[in-house]
């Protein structure tokens, strides 16, 4: 599919602020509701915007049931909540309307509508034990609100309904359209936003947190002696983080000695993989990769991924960043990418950076005239470190 052909960016009198981004002859079209600040990170009680994102989210499936060719889905991250929607452009001014109209109907709040939606939030989190995910917290990945399911329990509508109406407001609001809409489509979408701007206002939020430290970089070896997890924060002046990380991990994997993957799975034998996650949150990017581990080998294992970090990494960015680099927009798959992944991707640049991603910037930072700049930022992010060691 490529990139965009077009981009047009436009913010409306109360603040809120919508992306379209062109892509001709794709009959699909991607619409992603973002609403910044609504996310677990700094909620006042244990999961009240996953409740919030529920109750919205179920309101606007029960208008969209009898319209075929639409896919709805929404979730709560840690700065924000979602709402997506795979649809004929035709109908994407139809989304659009019906997140306002969810968020302002009483009918969406009731106590039986909640009731019910809370033993599907615990349905949803009652999820099978993930050694990788239960570390990391200690490793300093960002989290929610504290879990305290008696405060959730204790939730009422007065309560639910008030944290929409003063979250959901116009000022917190960003949309990314991707698709192939003819003019009347755009300005009826146009029109509907117009309408949700002003319905929608409130009072302006506080300015957006940025850091500007980073966490030190972290090593633990859990208390079964069978995980090895590592943990950094990665920053680059480009704004160019997720790619930085995206174009690290695949050095790592390098079919080299030099690559820490190689060294353990073909070189020394401790690991059959690494599991890898990373993120952008408030700027940064988080950074966490593991080794599922024997216990006799666990020690030998922390040693190799100490040793690693804390090298240089010259001779494996020297030799192999060319080929990570185009190995990270193949994995990006441009060609082949449905419009779901560019918004998203889109929506968390926006939220982090509070401005619209620029496609052909964004990729040209993996480009050949730029490797120079990403050798410097990978070697200054992940490599020469000191490295915090905990066994738990």
Known sequence: MGLDTQKVDKRFEHGLSVTYRKYSHYPIASVVINVMGAGSHSEPVYQLSHLVEHLVYMNMKSQAALIPDIYISAQTNLDSAQYSCRLPAAHAAEFCHWFQSACQDPAAFTEQLMAREKKAIRNELNKPANSCHDMLPDLGWAQGTEQDWSAFEALDTATVQAACESGYISSQLHIEVAGDFSATQLTELYQVLETLDVALKGEPAVAPVRRETVQQPKLILNKERNLVGYFCEVTTASRNSYLAMACAHQLFHATTPLSLYHNLRFEKGYIYNLIRAYHLFQGVGQYAL????????????????????????????????????????????LAMEPLSEITKRASQHYINFHLSMDEKQFYQYLSDENLEAVYQDIRRNYFNQNIEVVKL
């Open 290 to 333: 593991f080794a599922q581990v024997q216990p006799e080998q666990a020690e030998r294992v922390l040693e190799e991924v100490e040793a690693f970090f804390s090298g240089s990494g010259d001779a494996l960015l020297d030799g192999f960043l060319p080929w990570a680099a185009k190995k990270s927009l193949s994995s990006q798959m």
